[in-house]
């Protein structure tokens, strides 16, 4: 029997989790070093994962399947294709970047990475799952942890609010998609939540239309789509920085990615039928939310906009339904993913120290921290779109897509870049450069002078930073894994 | 030796970026190492430009030197680069300005770590630029060349002035400078996007030598690809997208007024790059992509062309002569002679495949070339001054000449060279344009000249305020003599210009058969 990688990463953050509550609350670095450590291995075996799978095979590969309920149809089954081994190694990446800069949490540490644990386990598990079943199982338990580290490690201002919010959101969203895939489930007559037998189902045309919107919608509301967008801005910005990194990085691919998953590969035509609509949803996720962005006077809230637009883009790739878009999409998942980690690790550094994220009241940071300044710069121009960087990569082909898709769509959503290009450089221009008010600069009753980030902090953006532009310069290292995930699909799409 | 003979390309385009990365790693504390390093890897391009340059074969027609390796396989572009007669001389003038621009920058001292490393990220992008051969590639080595300069601008340019936007709002003149800069060129760049991205759906490739041949074919059919446009359509709208893009960057009148801020508020060596190389950036757009791809579409608009160059071939010289900031007066000048640049495109775009049209694009090209050569030196004139009396106010100067006598007698010289004196560089391009643009755009062409009767006027009275008339009490014993860094810094520019002047020959031939294959 092969060594069982997938169900080592996705349950070694469940049981670290469980093993740091064992731990005395008071001995704060064992827990770090302990959070530390599981966070280390498991990022060491998702790149191992990584580049181990095998291209010329293709297919669903490290493939682990054990009966549980076989009355019910229901079997833990994961294996990773070509569109979710980079979200497992970017989960990987964004957890243990996570835990580094979460290091100076003081505040009940043990609980807070036992939750922030076991919400990666929910994450991991949806990305591989290939049961219907364990992925809605995977998703409630990468939601609930959500709602606890909001509430108690969360901004105090808006806090309780944040978090009840976002999590009515995304039950709502998760029971709506549960409804169609309880439909799926019983009108297939297979008697099983087996994904890649439902493939196989042959849904009649009307029951596809009929229930894909259920089945899209309910998990694109975790994937930031508008009109049901809003729950996200408020959650990142409420919630503590390694769970921002995580909730825009991580948990909003796990929308779009289910979506993909159990929406369009399960009900193809359905897709067919309704992407021409869903694009329209994307265009205002696109355009609208990088201009609310664009007005935006906290930090993060431009951040958290900036984010809706991006995974507009992601939602545009997929519903042009082409190689190019869907391509695109993949790889906007990731970067996009590391791009906004590697943001809200900046401004929550910034912020630790200046205890504001009014961007009038900032100034001045690149000559106190430099790594810092510079990272941001470089998320800047990935999130610019520029060459050279990840997002270049990812974006360029989604706009092919549209291209071939509606080329209207792909006209009216360029404008996105250059909106985004004006807030980027005026958030650089004003934060990192310009002048620094008084009381930071020297300190007063309430601040200590700002000075420079930990060498955990700058290792955390330093790898973020440095994979941005990996990918850029060199898509080879990401594109063709991608590329044999959607081959995939276009086959279910009807073998284009 | 065959390792950089088979990969001279690459190196030359990589080698600045390699340096960048090693500067970004050196103790921001030693000055001195930052810019002697910086200096030397910039010297190394130029070394590999120069075996380019006697290693490229005239006779031969198409691109040479290339290299083409998968980059980006998904969407079929690859690492596709190339050098033709047209490219070679840009790649040249690249080469040369870098390292005296760094030369120049001996003298900056704030942050020269972060400086020299955006300087020669700037060389890799213009580079990048010339060389490409693949559209993609273009595009992204187009755009990489933005942000270094960005930040040249924001973070070194200069820091006095201040700009009152609407509402009352009170931003610094560089910041307000870098970000139009930005502004401007990031929409014209989204359009090009765009285009490129049609161009890449339509045809299913980006590399420029496949696309040269099957385009003329594919824009014939009715029903093209997955978008079901018509090859007209697809013409029409990548034609303009492209016009717009590339005239944005040269700039064309009336899209100029990022200029004259941008070159303003960049510091010294800022300015000489952004003249020297990067408004030519957008002329070879034009001579690369736009007259081999649409050459029905160009001799339509060559009218409209012609008409926008002169106008800022006029407009360009009135407006440098309105000026009383000495960098201002410059600035202009720069949209004064890019018209001529463009006026010469544009008569070959209507005339194409007669003898004017190859004289006057054999003027443009070589008109390109000099302009970086005399732009720089004037930028870098300007720069001197200012470093010693700190303002550029033309009213403040006068009489300076017997104060810095050797500083006068360089920028006597680079003036008449930029002036177009009989002798030196300027005349022969200009002549060449108007001589082939004459037969092609009269009228246009007569306009021009009497523009460059208004040439003549802003250099003189720019020569005037600054070296001749009542000296200005103030200066004396306040003003010093140029050095000797800086000597070393105009002395090839000057002997470039001398040389070009009385033997143009030896850049026309290289250009010439270049042109002659573009129809």
């Known amino acids: 029997m092969q060594f069982p990688i997938l169900s080592v990463i996705v349950f070694t953050p469940l049981i670290t989790g469980l093993l740091l509550l064992l731990i005395p609350g008071e001995r704060k670095t064992e827990i770090r070093v302990t959070a530390l450590a599981a966070a280390a291995f498991a990022l060491v075996l998702s790149i191992w994962l990584y580049f181990s799978y095998d291209l010329a095979v293709g297919g669903y590969q490290f493939v682990e399947k054990y009966t549980w309920l076989p009355q019910l149809g229901i079997s833990y089954y994961v294996g990773v294709d070509g569109l979710n081994a980079p979200l497992v190694l970017l989960t990987g990446i964004v957890m243990f970047t996570g835990v580094l800069i979460s290091w100076g949490i003081d505040d009940r540490p043990r609980e807070f990475f036992a939750f922030l644990f076991i919400l990666a386990t929910g994450v991991f598990g949806v990305f591989v799952a290939l049961d219907m079943f364990m992925l809605f199982f995977f998703y409630e338990i990468a939601v609930f942890p959500m709602y606890l580290l909001i509430a108690i490690w969360g901004w105090k201002v808006t806090r309780e609010y944040a978090a009840m919010k976002l999590t009515l959101y995304l039950f709502i969203g998760s029971v709506v998609a549960l409804v169609g895939g309880l439909a799926m489930y019983f009108s297939s007559g297979l008697g099983t939540f087996d994904m890649v037998a439902l493939e196989g189902a042959g849904f009649s045309s009307n029951f596809q239309i009929f229930w894909f919107p259920f089945v899209f919608l309910g998990f694109a509301v975790l994937g930031g789509i508008w009109p049901f967008h809003n729950w996200s801005p408020d959650g990142h910005v409420a919630a503590p920085t390694a769970v921002s990194m995580f909730h825009a990085g991580v948990l909003m691919k796990l929308g779009a990615f289910a979506a993909l998953r159990v929406g369009i590969m399960l009900l193809p035509e359905g ?61 906007q998942m990731f970067s996009h993913g590391i791009m906004t980690a590697l943001f809200f690790a900046a401004v929550g550094m910034m912020y630790d120290r200046a205890h504001t994220r009014q961007i009038h009241e900032l100034g001045g940071f690149f000559k106190k921290m430099p790594i810092v300044g510079i990272a941001f710069i470089i998320g800047g121009m990935v999130s610019m779109g520029m060459p050279g960087f990840s997002g270049f990569i990812a974006e360029f082909p989604i706009f092919m897509g549209v291209w071939q898709f509606r080329p209207w769509v792909a006209i009216i959503s360029g404008i996105s870049i250059v909106i985004t290009a004006s807030y980027i450089i005026r958030i650089i221009g004003s934060v990192f450069f310009g002048k620094m008010p008084e009381h930071l600069e020297h300190g007063d009753d309430h601040h200590e002078p700002i000075g420079d980030v930990t060498a955990l902090d700058k290792v955390a953006l330093v790898i973020l930073a440095g994979i941005l532009v990996l990918i850029g310069v060199f898509p080879s290292v990401m594109v063709p894994l991608v590329e044999s995930g959607v081959d995939r699909i276009l086959l279910l799409l009807g073998g284009v | 030796m065959d390792f950089i003979a088979n990969n001279l390309l690459t190196l030359i385009l990589f080698i600045p970026a390699l340096a960048a990365v090693l500067i970004a790693l050196l103790p921001g504390e030693e000055k001195v190492l930052i810019r002697w390093v910086a200096f030397i890897a910039s010297l190394f391009p130029l070394a590999l430009s120069l075996f380019l340059w006697f290693a490229f074969d005239t006779s031969q027609a198409g691109f040479q030197f290339e290299q083409n390796q998968a980059w980006y396989a998904a ?47 700037l060389e890799m992008g213009m580079l990048g630029v010339f060389l490409s051969l693949d559209l993609l590639l273009f595009f992204v080595f187009w755009e990489i060349g933005l942000v270094p300069m960005y930040f040249l601008i924001n973070q070194w340019g200069s820091p006095k002035g201040e700009r009152e936007l609407w509402g009352g709002i009170k931003v610094k003149s560089r910041t307000y400078a870098s970000f139009k800069f930005m502004i401007y060129t990031m929409a014209g760049s989204l359009g090009l996007l765009l285009a490129i991205q049609l161009i890449g759906v339509v045809t299913g490739t980006y590399d420029l030598t496949q696309l040269f041949l099957i385009w003329p074919d594919l824009v014939a059919m009715d029903n093209i690809g997955p978008l079901g446009l018509s090859g007209e359509t697809i013409k029409l709208i990548t034609f303009w997208a492209f016009v717009i893009a590339f005239a944005l960057k040269v700039p064309i009148w009336p899209f100029h007024t990022w200029l004259p801020d941008a070159h303003t508020e960049a510091p010294t060596a800022g300015s000489m790059i952004l003249a020297g190389v990067l408004l030519k950036l957008g002329a070879y757009g034009f001579l690369r992509l736009v007259l081999p791809l649409y050459p029905q579409q160009a001799h339509d608009y060559a009218g409209v062309l012609a008409f926008l160059a002169t106008m800022a071939i006029i407009f360009g010289a009135l407006s440098a002569f309105g000026q009383t900031d000495f960098k201002r007066l410059v600035a202009y000048s720069s949209v004064n002679h890019m018209g001529f640049v463009v006026l010469g495109i544009a008569a070959a775009a209507y005339a194409q495949g007669t003898e004017h049209a190859v004289i006057s694009l054999n003027g443009a090209v070589l008109q390109m070339f000099n302009h970086g050569l005399s732009a720089a030196g004037m930028f870098f004139l300007v720069g001197v001054i200012y470093e010693r009396a700190h303002t550029r106010d033309l009213n403040e100067f006068g009489g300076l000449f017997p104060l810095i006598p050797v500083y006068g007698g360089i920028m006597l ?107």
């Not at chain 1, 021409?276 to 993060?300: R, S």
């Not at chain 2, 390292?99 to 955006?118: C, H, N, Q, T, W």
């Open chain 2, 75 to 121: 969407i079929n572009a690859s690492f596709h680069i190339g050098v033709d007669g047209i490219s070679l001389t840009m790649v040249l003038l690249t080469t040369i300005l870098t390292p005296i621009a760094i030369l120049a920058s001996f003298s900056v001292e704030d942050r020269i770590k972060g400086y020299m490393s955006l300087f020669l990220l």
């Open chain 1, 271 to 331: 897709a067919t039928f309704w992407m021409p609509y869903v694009i329209l949803l994307t265009i205002v996720n696109v355009v609208y939310g990088a201009y609310i962005a664009m007005v935006q006077t906290d930090l993060k809230y431009v951040i958290g906009f900036s984010s809706v637009s991006h995974m507009g883009l992601v939602a545009m790739g997929f519903a042009t339904l082409n190689h190019d878009g869907m391509v695109g999409a993949g790889v």
């Open chain 2, 413 to 519: 010289f680079t003036s008449m060279a930029s002036l177009g004196l009989p002798g030196l560089n300027g005349f022969v391009s200009e002549f060449l344009v108007v001589r082939g643009a004459w037969p092609v755009f009269t009228t246009y062409t007569a306009l021009s000249m009497i523009g460059l009767f208004f040439t003549g006027a802003y250099i003189l009275l720019g020569l005037k305020k600054v070296l001749h008339g009542p000296l200005n009490e103030k200066w004396i014993g306040h003003i010093s003599e140029i050095n000797a860094r800086e000597i070393i810094v105009m002395a090839p520019l000057m002997v470039l210009m001398l040389w070009l002047g009385f033997w143009p020959a030896w850049l026309l031939n290289v250009i010439n058969r270049a042109v002659e294959m573009l129809f």
